[in-house]
């Protein structure tokens, strides 16, 4: 049976990285913030959307997707209108791709909002990628081209480090390469997952 392992961190921890290394090892990872933009492309969702936040969010039947952003992130009302739309599709989407990869021992989900929608209830084991704050607010300003501001909002909008450790099995502090590496090995053989299987 696949092992489902949880990866997530905060903006700017680096998950994409460690995301990238599991899948260099040959491990599938699927990336939920990327499945969910294409998602949203689906004619289904694109309806919804219109529905439950108006027309004038799309040009030409594409997302507004900045404006789509403004309006759900000070709303939490208008945010869970939204996850209630988007995270059901993406739960299908991923239990369709599950099928795909269940000859391999484990499988990656990445995804930042892990525990703030719940779904880490659904996985084997969950690991925390974390980082000093200010090294993750410098990775998000030169990522996005920024402001600090910007950053801090975005941070405070999630749950913090020590909430996340608190309810992960593995933590990676993600500061330098060469470290996240080791830890990564350790997880694998503390999982009983041998390179040549993954």
Known sequence: ???????????????????????????????????????????????????????????ENMLKREKLAEMVFNNSDKLNQLNAIVHPAVKRHFKQWLLEHNEFPIVIYEAAILFESGSYKDFDKIITVTAPVDLRIERVIKRDNTSREQVL????????????????????????????????KKILKILNIRQNEA
């Open 153 to 184: 909002k975005r941070m405070n909008a999630q749950w913090t480090d020590e909430q996340r450790i608190s309810k992960s099995d593995f933590v990676i502090e993600n500061v330098d390469f060469e470290n996240c590496y080791k830890e990564i």
């Open 1 to 59: 049976m696949t092992k489902i392992i949880g990866l997530t961190g905060g903006i700017g921890s680096g998950k994409t990285t460690i995301a990238n290394y599991f899948q260099s090892l040959g491990i599938p990872v699927y990336i939920a913030d990327d499945e969910a933009k294409k998602l949203m492309q689906s004619d289904e969702i694109v309806s919804a959307i219109k529905e439950a936040f108006g027309a004038d969010l799309f040009e």
